[in-house]
């Protein structure tokens, strides 16, 4: 419990109880990421709900703002942080990893962040016109994401969340969760592609960085969000077209 208390309290800004956790709980509260983004879908999915009740647009413009609110644009700055160091080093993995480590955003950190607001935007407009409870299943799926790269990718920053996580992830954590995975596809056939989604990003910051740093955690869980959106949106154009 208190692990998850701990995954909630750095995933979300929802209030939670203050516990005594030492750098093991923080690394093993990697193993709750996948529940967390569940509590996320459901409240982002119930204000796409709520607010597609008065227009489809509104409903999507909810669910983006509450999914930014809930999460406090964390995995953003991820992304915003990888952008930037990527659009700065010119192929040096040492500037790279520098400007990644700036605070500051700079011109590709915005670009990225506005394509990736525009991109969920018109993708749960498209999602919610089929049915507003798979929303509830993309920030879910993405958070095994963290999982995977903990085992598959070497921490590139010695004290960051990549050397922290590294070595949590158990193998019975990446089965249990495979498997609940695999059950929701049942209902969602179009989350069978993300283990492909995962791989493909572990794939793109291992040819791009070498490894995993907490940044390109959150820019790895932005990306599979709206790969998931994505692959949701045409399944179901094509149920329409079908139809």
């Not at 709900?49 to 809930?70: E, K, M």
């Not at 040492?94 to 480590?101: P, S």
């Not at 590709?108 to 525009?118: H, P």
Request: aromatic share 6%; charged share 10%; proline share 5%.
């Amino acid at each position: 419990m208190k692990r998850l208390v701990v995954a909630f309290g750095f995933l979300t800004r929802l209030p939670m109880p203050r516990v005594e956790a030492g750098a093991n709980d923080f690394a093993a509260a990697i193993r709750c990421y996948p529940l967390v983004g569940l509590a996320i879908g459901v409240l982002v999915a119930a204000a796409g709900w709520a607010g597609a009740s008065i227009d489809p647009w509104t409903g999507a413009c909810s669910a983006l703002l509450t999914w930014i609110a809930v999460t406090g644009a964390l995995h953003l700055d991820g992304l915003a942080d990888l952008a930037d160091g990527l659009g700065a080093a010119h192929g040096d993995r040492t500037r790279l990893l520098a400007v990644m480590a700036d605070p500051h955003v700079g011109s590709f950190g915005v670009v990225a962040i506005v394509a990736q607001m525009l991109a969920k935007l018109v993708l749960l407009h498209a999602v919610g016109l089929t049915a507003w409870w798979l929303v509830i299943l993309v920030p879910f799926a993405a958070r095994m994401g963290p999982l995977a790269w903990a085992v598959l990718l070497p921490p590139l920053r010695a004290g960051g969340l990549g050397a922290a996580v590294a070595g949590a992830v158990r193998s019975r954590d990446l089965v249990g969760w495979a498997l609940l995975l695999a059950l929701a596809a049942v209902a969602a056939p179009a989350l069978l592609t993300v283990p492909l989604l995962i791989l493909a990003v572990a794939a793109w910051l291992r040819r791009k960085l070498g490894g995993v740093t907490g940044d390109a955690h959150g820019a790895g869980i932005e990306l599979v969000e709206t790969g998931v959106l994505l692959a949701f949106a045409i399944a179901g154009a094509s149920a329409g077209a079908l139809g």
